[in-house]
């Protein structure tokens, strides 16, 4: 391999992570209720007298976030030269695999929205080298070894969820309910580039 750098800046990084046993991450929100101004309760019955309210502009939210990683790292560098050497394993012991949970639960909510995001990653590499536009040689060379013995698992349930009298709901910014659940074992993103002036 014939190489010719002459970087006037250079980054070296040598990574190694290791990771034995269980990560679990678990966010729970239940039974929240919000009355509107002319809310009335007789007994189990609920009814509004009052105007419906703008869900655009009055409209609350919860947002609900769990999340589980075993190995992360991230190098970001505005060198010329980007030199990686990264080795993650993540396993659960010997000859046997472990877990990588995310759970977020909401559940029973009235007049709110809901955010629910569950993540769960056994290996996680990011690179990012943004160079100045004055550089004329940029250069990565990154050996990346991710290796994963883990159940990964990641859950997002939302249920039970009401609203009542909002107008406007059409033209609300954000949806009433948004549920994302993302399982990664290995994950690995390179990027290069020039910053703009």
């Known amino acids: ?5 002459d970087p006037t800046s250079m980054t070296t990084v040598e990574v190694d992570q290791s990771q034995i046993g269980d990560v679990t991450a678990v966010s729970v929100v239940k039974d929240i209720t919000v009355n509107q101004p002319g809310t009335h309760t007789f007994w189990c019955f ?6 419906a309210l703008d869900a655009v502009s009055q409209l609350g939210s919860i947002v609900s976030a769990a999340t589980a990683v075993a190995n992360n790292a991230s190098i970001t560098t505005q060198t010329d030269g980007l030199l990686v050497d990264a080795n993650q394993v993540a396993s659960g012991g010997w000859f046997t695999s472990g877990d990588v949970t995310a759970k977020s639960i909401v559940k029973d909510i009235t007049n709110l929205t809901v955010d629910s995001s569950a993540t769960a990653v056994a290996n996680n590499l990011n690179i990012s080298s943004q160079v ?10 990154a050996n ?18 009401s609203l009542s ?4 709901l059409g ?13 990664v074992g290995n994950n690995l993103s390179v990027s290069v580039g020039v910053l703009k002036p």
């Open 144 to 161: 990346v070894d991710q290796d994963s013995f883990m159940n990964v698992t990641a859950k997002s349930i939302v249920k039970d969820v």
């Open 132 to 141: 100045p536009g004055n550089l004329s040689n940029v250069a990565v060379v």
């Open 165 to 168: 009298n909002y107008a406007n």
């Open 1 to 5: 391999i014939a190489l010719n750098l």
């Open 46 to 51: 609920t009814w509004n007298s009052g105007p």
């Open 171 to 183: 033209g609300s910014f954000r949806p009433v309910v948004k549920s994302t659940a993302t399982a």
